[in-house]
């Protein structure tokens, strides 16, 4: 059982704003396992940047406390700052030095040991792989190059664990899937607990053991993904059969399966319009005592007649729990029963929908932030203090 790395208890903080308060977080608790990588997901102003802010010791909680690798934030700053890294959410090198100088002035800083801080520098150059970058000007660097300098920068001091302040913010998608690739290998290969926080679903997904969901300074949910996506009503399984008939007949037979939400035939949108006026007017007719209408009696309409009944729904999606467990015994009634399947798929809810699920939003909405030149400046203000 692994040990926890931080612990968080009832952490607050309230800017005050001219006359208003802000309350940015609201009394979060939880705790990281030493190597997991752990992320905060949430939209703009969810206080995500002031939590890590506070647990990296840049800013001051207005109440509560954490332990971060057994150091307490409040009575501990110097000891917390040794032993964590920080990659900040705005951009923060120097880019008229290179690469190298911007991670000697760290080391110094850090009070790196002169004669390991060049073979340290080196070590966490190649890491990143930018050794064959390391005398060029950050000016010349390209998005992805600083944010894997700024990785290697948090790194140099050999950290139990790193914060990522949105890693992959404004990066093109290849770019994106690079730093996930680094952030794992350091999670995996060098053993640092990751702490992370971004806006992107798929981010969350792909890189956390757990995920912390937050909006308006409190913690909505936090789970890993797979749990997260458990609690809603379940997994999506889409069949389509070779015809109608079949499908009526496959509804009726598992009617009484255990853990089934909810049944959806997908009716073809294409034709059905004209399909449904065709029927009301043969029901019209039929019921007026007339002779069958000429659609049935012609040749020629029966065509029609069969084209239309091509129309009708073939696809079926059934919402189930546990959706992958359950896909054998709902081929095997199919085979029983001699229905043919055509094809079939099955669908996890996505991240986004629990995040509506949980919110009553889509993370994508915008609001709540004060804007990052605000944040910016402070957190500007308070780098240069530490
Ligand atoms: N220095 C500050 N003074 C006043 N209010 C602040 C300050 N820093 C943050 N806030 C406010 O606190 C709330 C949380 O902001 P925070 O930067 O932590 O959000 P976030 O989740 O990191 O957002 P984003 O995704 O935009 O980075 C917001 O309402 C924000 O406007
Ligand atoms: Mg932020």
């Not at 692994?2 to 800017?15: G, P, Q, R, S, Y």
């Not at 997901?41 to 890590?52: D, E, I, S, V």
């Not at 899937?177 to 995996?188: A, F, G, P, T, Y």
Request: aromatic share 6%; hydrophobic share 40%.
């Amino acid at each position: 059982m692994a040990t926890n790395i931080i612990e968080v208890k009832n952490l607050t903080k309230i800017f005050d704003v001219g006359t208003n308060q802000v309350e940015a977080v609201k009394g979060i608790s939880f705790s990281v396992r030493e190597g997991e990588i752990f992320g905060f997901l949430g939209p703009n102003g969810a206080g995500k940047t002031t939590t890590l802010n506070m647990l990296s010791t840049l800013l001051f909680p207005t109440s509560g406390t954490a332990k971060v690798a057994g150091y307490d934030i409040n009575n501990e700053p110097d000891m917390v700052r040794k032993n964590i890294g920080m990659v900040f959410q705005e951009m923060s090198l120097d880019i008229d030095l290179t690469g190298k100088e911007n991670l000697e002035l760290h080391a110094i800083m850090y009070g790196v040991d002169k004669k390991t801080r060049n073979q340290r520098i080196m070590e966490m150059l190649e890491i990143v792989q930018l050794t064959d970058k390391a005398n060029i000007l950050v000016k010349n660097y390209s998005g992805g190059m600083k944010r894997r300098l700024e990785i290697a920068r948090g790194l140099l001091h050999y950290p139990k664990c790193l914060f990522l302040d949105e890693p992959t913010l404004g990066l093109d998608p290849q770019t994106r899937r690079s730093i996930w690739d680094h952030i794992k290998k350091l999670n995996e290969e060098y053993g640092i607990t990751i702490i992370l926080t971004t806006h992107y679903m798929e981010e969350a997904d792909a890189l956390c053991d757990r995920i912390c969901i937050i909006d308006h300074g409190e913690i909505i949910a936090l789970d890993t993904s797979e749990n997260l996506k458990g609690h809603l009503k379940g997994d999506t399984i889409s069949l389509e059969f070779e015809n109608f008939k079949a499908l009526k007949k496959f509804e009726a037979k598992i009617k009484d399966f255990a853990g089934i939400h909810a049944i959806k035939i997908i009716t073809p949108k294409t034709n059905m319009r004209q399909m449904l006026s065709k029927m009301a007017a043969i029901r019209a007719q039929m019921s007026g005592g007339k002779k069958p209408p000429a659609i049935m009696m012609d040749p020629a309409k029966h065509d029609a007649m069969s084209k239309m009944m091509r129309s009708l729904p073939t696809k079926m999606n059934i919402i189930i729990e546990n959706g992958s467990e359950k896909v054998a015994s709902l081929i095997k009634i199919a085979n029983d029963s001699g229905i043919k399947i055509k094809s079939l798929t099955i669908k996890q809810p996505s991240l986004e929908e629990v995040f509506i699920h949980y919110t009553g939003r889509s993370i994508r909405d915008e609001n709540g932030s004060r804007g990052a030149t605000m944040r910016e400046i402070m957190q500007r203000r308070m780098r240069s203090v530490m």
